[in-house]
């Protein structure tokens, strides 16, 4: 890992800072989901600064690996998300923030960053499957291929477009 978010004291209160398990590089996952329809918007990254500006300000603010910087997101694009709720999940190392977004949630444009590149469609694979088998249900399957979708992208959030990277500076 070659950026890292800034070291120094959580402004995060003790009780919760002291729960989180953070990445090496003192960062936890952060999933945005639409709040009242529960469809997945992104994943972004957060130290404890920028999810304390999340609690505090009721808008998500992610930290930018590739540019070392925290953003707020809508600032640029207008593309905003209003925080409802924030949670842990169970293991804490991963927010769970749902939000009621207002226009595109990804970079693309697109109103998700899940929907651009489908490994497994609903329906076209049972339990029985085997990943990457040659199947004669029907399905064209891609799953067990070589894919890099939602690789480690140059803005700290996950992309569906296959490519794995985002648009430096471009506001998510």
């Known amino acids: 890992m070659t950026s890292s978010s800034p070291r120094r004291p959580s402004p995060l209160a003790p009780e919760i800072a002291d729960r989180l398990k953070r ?3 003192g960062l936890l996952p952060a999933i945005a989901q ?10 972004g990254w957060m130290d404890d600064e920028a999810l304390h500006r999340t ?5 998500c603010t992610y930290w930018s690996r590739s540019r070392r910087e925290y953003w707020v997101k809508g600032d640029t694009s207008g593309h905003f998300q209003w925080v409802k709720s924030v949670a842990l999940d169970c293991d804490a190392d991963t927010v769970l923030v749902k939000v009621d977004q207002v226009g595109a949630a990804c970079h693309t444009g ?10 497994l469609a609903e ?5 029985d499957s085997t ?7 029907g399905a064209d399957s891609t799953a067990g291929a070589d894919s890099t979708a939602g690789a480690d992208s140059t803005d700290g959030t996950a992309h569906t477009d296959g490519t794995g990277t985002g648009t430096p500076g471009a506001d998510q």
Do not use: H, I, K, P
Not at 34 to 43: A, F, K, N, P, S
């Open 23 to 25: 990445s090496a590089d």
């Open 131 to 137: 990943a990457g088998a040659d199947s004669t249900a």
């Open 110 to 119: 697109a109103r998700t960053c899940f929907d651009a590149d489908v490994l």
């Open 55 to 59: 609690l505090t300000t009721g808008r």
């Open 34 to 43: 639409q709040y009242d329809t529960g469809e997945v918007l992104m994943l």
């Open 123 to 127: 329906g076209t694979a049972g339990a």
